[in-house]
């Protein structure tokens, strides 16, 4: 964790000042202070777990580098449109292109790099089909770099038609579609390997299973509080195995990436 850490001292410091321009930024608006906490915490668990696992040592400079700047730059694009609207902008419109944009960019980003992310336990779509085989590993992030990119173009596309509730609905259709889209192809992928005798089969915990069930249901009974939410998506993102975890911009953390920009801060 250590040597990581030397490693990638420098990028570290550039990312957390990043992260205090944008808190600084937005910290007059209305709770912006439980916000930005949640924003910060979620900035340090993510780098904690993602030094801490040995095998990302021999991860892909870029991986480590996109996994660094993910929050910081999500904090600077919220912390922005919340000055905006402090400021007394009212161009509801404009705000929803900024968001689409926004969301898309961060998906074509992500996609271009999962093809590239090493099995590991802390970056990736980590589900247990995953982190149990190799090969399914790398078909699940050639398949999700693809969706995940189209699903980007396809929110980038929104912002053409920012004022109009289809391309909300287009939007959300399509960031979900590509979190839950790669865990389902891992699952197929998974079958089809044992129906040819090629895989070996998964034993759940059940008790863990009805964890996660339990925080991703109580994440969408508070959805309209933002920081509980994101709270509980980080909670699921670091249950222990064998349940479906994703990194930090899939799953249960994309849950709590949509609400914090899909909910902006009012004064």
Request: proline share 3%; net charge positive.
């Amino acid at each position: 964790m250590k040597e990581m850490i030397q490693k990638n001292k420098g990028r570290l410091i550039c990312s957390a000042f990043v992260m205090c321009v944008g808190i600084i930024l937005g910290y007059t608006f209305e709770n912006s202070l439980w916000i930005n906490g949640t924003f910060a915490v979620t900035y340090v668990v993510i780098m904690a777990v993602t030094f801490y696992d040995n095998r990302n040592r021999q991860q892909s400079d870029k991986v480590i580098r996109m996994v660094t700047w993910i929050v910081p730059g999500m904090t600077l694009l919220y912390n922005g449109i919340a000055r905006w609207i402090d400021m007394g902008v009212r161009k509801e419109n404009l705000l929803m292109a900024i968001l689409y944009v926004g969301m898309g960019l961060l998906f074509v980003i992500v996609g271009n790099y999962l093809p590239k992310v090493k099995p590991n336990r802390t970056i990736g779509i980590r589900v247990v089909w995953t982190l149990q085989d190799e090969e399914n590993w790398n078909a699940t992030h050639r398949f999700s770099g693809k969706i995940w990119v189209a699903a980007g173009l396809l929110s980038m596309i929104c912002g053409l038609f920012s004022d109009s509730m289809a391309a909300l609905f287009l939007f959300i259709v399509a960031i979900t579609a590509a979190a839950f889209g790669s865990i389902l192809y891992s699952y197929l992928y998974y079958r089809k390997k044992l129906r040819t005798g090629k895989g070996l089969a998964v034993h759940y915990n059940h008790k863990v299973v009805a964890v996660a069930a339990v925080v991703v249901s109580a994440a969408c009974v508070v959805c309209a509080s933002v920081p509980a939410c994101a709270v509980l998506s980080t909670v699921a993102w670091v249950l222990p195995h064998p349940v479906m975890h994703t990194a930090p911009s899939t799953d249960a953390s994309t849950t709590a990436t949509i609400l914090f920009f899909m909910f902006p801060p009012r004064t």
